[in-house]
């Protein structure tokens, strides 16, 4: 019934639906993603039914060890332990083609990966509890890529910490979009249509895109 109203009514719920959404969108916990992305080439690829492919290639950085080195808590045996246990929990993810500890916590990886949300469910990389890009669907019809978000008292505590955020984002799509904060955007090929992003500091704001199906 919902569908045969046509898009012009799923419009008007998405748009109804947007305001409820603006906390989720702007703010994710840094304690709930303490992989950092830094150096990051990301892309990824929607269609309006839900089908997508992601690509990141950059470095994530294990945020406890990073700031466990820095503050000089770990031995060399401990530190190559807790580096052997997170190559591990990535390297778990069958999408990781590449995972190189470059030092300090600080991996530089190759991920590319496909799949399919619909209905009320989610993508996340790297997953729900850390979260760097999100890929989600709601059963109302609207999609949302997005991502991680930081407050600005954590902005500060990555900072002090020597970290940062830096990078360049691309979702290409042929899904109505309701709403983006993309710096360019550019049509392509087949429908389809880039939103592209430049980050250059953590202090920016989180790129992200409301699309409707």
């Not at 060399?76 to 500890?101: C, M, W």
């Not at 904060?181 to 920016?204: C, E, K, L, M």
Request: charged letters at 25%.
């Amino acid at each position: 019934m919902a569908r045969s109203q046509g898009r012009g009514g799923l419009r008007t719920r998405a748009a109804i639906a947007l305001r409820a959404l603006a906390a989720v969108l702007l703010v994710i916990p840094l304690v709930a993603s303490c992989y950092v992305p830094d150096d990051f080439l990301v892309e990824v690829r929607i269609n309006r039914d839900g089908a997508f492919g992601l690509t990141y290639k950059g470095t994530l950085t294990w945020a406890p060890l990073w700031s466990d080195i820095r503050e000089g808590k770990l031995s060399e045996a401990e530190i190559a332990e807790k580096v052997e246990n997170i190559r591990t929990d990535l390297t778990r993810y069958p999408g990781f083609q590449s995972v190189e500890h470059e030092g300090s916590g600080r991996f530089r990886v190759f991920y590319q990966t496909t799949g399919h949300v619909e209905g009320d469910e989610s993508y996340y990389f790297l997953r729900s509890n850390a979260r760097v890009i999100a890929i989600i669907s709601r059963a109302d019809g609207l999609m949302i890529v997005r991502t991680h978000g930081l407050t600005d008292a954590n902005k500060e505590r990555l900072l002090a910490a020597g970290m940062d955020t830096r990078g360049k984002m691309r979702v290409a799509t042929n899904a109505s979009v309701l709403q983006h904060n993309a710096q360019d955007i550019q049509s392509g090929p087949n429908g389809f249509v880039y939103y592209d992003w430049v980050v250059r500091h953590v202090t920016d704001e989180a790129p992200r895109i409301v699309l409707a199906r």
